[in-house]
Nanobody
């Protein structure tokens, strides 16, 4: 079994920054793809960003230029640096890994 543990969420003002981290542990043999989804109240879960074991990244249009995803492949850890945060970024952010495996979610709240 694989466990994903997230950290780094919180409350920030518009224009501020946060850094999310997610560490995978358990029966892991490869990094594969790791990334982040988010779900705002009353909305469907949506893809935020992904990174592959070869360093390829993919971003939702709504976060391009503001968010940066990176991975520590040896530690099976993925990071999401979020800058220039907006109120519409408020959501529960979920880490995922190819499997699929999901983290428990971490709340990000951006105040006006």
């Amino acid at each position: 079994q694989v466990q994903l543990v997230e950290s780094g969420g919180g409350l920030v003002q518009t224009g501020g920054s946060l850094r999310l981290s997610c560490a995978a542990s358990g029966s892991i043999s490869r990094f594969n793809v790791m990334g982040w989804y988010r779900q705002a109240p009353g909305k469907q879960r949506e893809l935020v960003a992904t990174v592959t074991s070869t360093g390829n990244t993919n971003y939702a249009d709504s976060v391009k230029g503001r968010f940066t995803i990176s991975g520590d492949y040896a530690k099976y850890t993925v990071y999401l640096q979020m800058n220039s945060l907006k109120p519409e970024d408020t959501a529960v952010y979920y880490c995922f890994k190819t499997g699929p495996y999901w983290g428990q979610g971490t709340q990000v709240t951006v105040s006006e």
